[in-house]
């Protein structure tokens, strides 16, 4: 399964610390996204890096890609409480993107 | 420019009924997709239709179907309803559907099923 699976499924940080959430997946891909999503909302595109690329930036995020080691990180510099929220990877292959379970993050103010 | 419009936003059916859920993509986007969002499997995807046409399925029984209409407005159904139907359903409009896109979801439909 192309199916990204992200770690931890849950982390909880003080507002002005980094958080960092890892993805793996099994399969080769075209490129790896990653979505946020508020309780209860639909999904909202953060980032795409492609699989030739090692790193993208956006802001206070900051993507990697491994691409021999199967997996990618998103890490968000100096949280803020509105940045609580469930993060999802996205692996894009020959199939409609798969999603992970997803990373609840919870920013305390 | 709109966005991705679900309605409704929370539905309440009993078993063994059906349900239809309508999803207006953003204007121009071709490629609307769908899934079904629960506590424990995550993110699943249904079926992608674009330009009318179902492109991709997901590994749901036949009582999970939908259609594109020629404006791109798409809709899902799920008949003979079960428990376990209950969740969020989501759907995501893009540009082609292409492996390069992003895509750009709506707010979803609650479905509850008792």
Known sequence: SQQGEEDPQALSIQEGENATMNCSY????????????????????????????????????????????????????????????????????????????????SVIA | KAGVTQTPRYLIKTRGQQVTLSCSPISGHRSVSWYQQTPGQGLQFLF??????????????????????????????VST?????????????????????KLFFGSGTQLSVL
């Not at chain 1, 090692?54 to 802001?59: D, F, P, V």
């Not at chain 1, 691409?67 to 990618?72: D, H, P, R, Y």
């Open chain 2, 81 to 101: 309803l079960e428990l376990g139907d209950s969740a969020l359903y989501l759907c995501a409009s893009s540009s082609r559907g292409g492996v390069e896109e």
């Open chain 1, 26 to 105: 099994k399969t080769s891909i075209n490129n790896l996204q990653w979505y946020r999503q508020n309780s209860g909302r639909g999904l909202v595109h953060l980032i795409l890096i492609r699989s030739n690329e090692r790193e993208k930036h956006s802001g206070r995020l900051r993507v990697t890609l491994d691409t021999s080691k199967k997996s990618s990180s998103l890490l968000i510099t100096a949280s803020r409480a509105a940045d609580t929220a469930s993060y999802f990877c996205a692996v894009s292959g020959n199939t409609p993107l798969v999603f992970g379970k997803g990373t609840r993050l």
């Open chain 2, 48 to 77: 992608e239709y674009f330009s009318e046409t179902q492109r991709n399925k997901g590994n749901f029984p036949g009582r999970f179907s939908g259609r594109q209409f020629s404006n791109s407005r798409s809709e899902m159904n």
